[in-house]
């Protein structure tokens, strides 16, 4: 069971003597905003950074403002919580590897494709675990972004669906996502670097112990529904098996379990890859929109 997080603000004492984060929680399902904290004095601060990793555990995604930070403060602070990794379609910051560039501009209107509900490269055997976003261009207005308790998700499924994808696998894929757009060789050159994983479709959150929901839009196909429970000839398969998939994928849409962030120059937002995903909105006007992330190595789910 996902145990519902308490309403009312709090207020969470760190080891420093003249240093107090206030935490108020953005929605009964997920999402809280921390205050009274430099992510750059969490950078040199262990301590610190393990009371941001508790509240990271139990609200899933944490907002700060006006974090007016250093780059190399961007990737000290997200190295407390593990290794980072480059993206192989987004480039990363020369000086900084591991922060990649998440900028849209006006001058390439053909880079304005944004989002669909997604956990973090969950094509790689090992997603991440957690991801760093700060704002450094913000459109005047729009371009937010949304987070999904994928917990959350999994604990309202009807008892029969829970059942039925108890023990089910699926494929995740980079080429049937970033790779549709390419010409075939670069296509096939993409997937001989990054061959598909496969994942439960439900996976246990390592450190809370959480049954997550695991498909998103990298999730191509169940390699395993074909058993005879499931399929009594062909056309169960193609379509039970994939029917049953979009209303898995859809279940993030459901905005019971969604947080809405606007974000400001020198916002930031964390979140727990393992048991989110997120929808970057592309509601603005052709103009600046620039994100810098830190994505931090993750295990293998189980
Ligand atoms: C992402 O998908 O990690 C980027 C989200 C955003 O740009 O808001």
Redesign the pocket.
């Known amino acids: 069971m996902t145990t519902m997080i308490q309403t009312a603000p709090a207020v969470i004492k760190t080891d420093s003597l003249t240093r107090s984060l206030k935490v108020e929680q953005l929605t009964c399902s997920i999402g809280a905003e921390v205050r009274n904290v430099s992510l750059a004095a969490a950078a040199r601060d262990a301590g610190l950074a393990a009371e941001i990793r508790a509240l990271l555990l139990a609200h899933k995604v944490l907002f700060f403002r006006d974090q007016d930070i250093e780059r190399s403060d961007h990737v000290a602070f997200s190295r407390h919580f593990g290794e980072l990794e480059d993206h192989p379609m987004t480039g990363s910051d020369p000086d900084h590897p591991g922060l990649i560039r998440?900028y849209k501009s006006p001058e390439a209107p053909a880079d304005r494709y944004?989002?669909a509900w997604?956990c973090?490269a969950t094509w790689r055997e090992k997603p991440p675990m957690a991801?760093v976003?700060r704002c450094v261009a913000c459109p005047p207005v729009g371009?937010d972004?949304m987070w999904a308790n994928m917990a959350l998700a999994y604990e309202k499924l009807p008892a029969q669906v829970q059942e039925q994808i108890a023990e089910l696998h699926a494929r995740h894929s980079i080429e049937a996502s970033f790779g549709a757009a390419m010409p075939i060789e670069k296509r096939h050159a993409l997937h001989a670097q990054f061959p598909d994983a496969e994942h439960p479709v439900v996976r246990t959150h390592p450190e809370t112990g959480e049954k997550v929901l695991f498909v998103n839009a990298f999730t191509t196909h169940f390699t395993d529904f074909h058993i005879t429970r499931h399929v009594r000839y062909g056309q169960d398969m193609t379509h039970g098996g994939s029917e049953l998939l979009r209303y898995l994928q859809s279940q993030a849409f459901i905005p019971e379990y969604q947080v809405r962030f606007r974000?400001q120059l020198n916002s930031v937002a964390m979140w727990d890859n393992r048991c989110t995903q997120?929808y970057?909105v592309m509601d603005y006007p052709p103009c600046h929109?620039r994100?810098e992330?830190a994505t931090i190595v993750g295990d293998a789910p189980f």
């Open positions: 998440i944004e989002n997604h973090d991801a976003l371009g972004t974000w997120h970057a929109r994100m992330r």
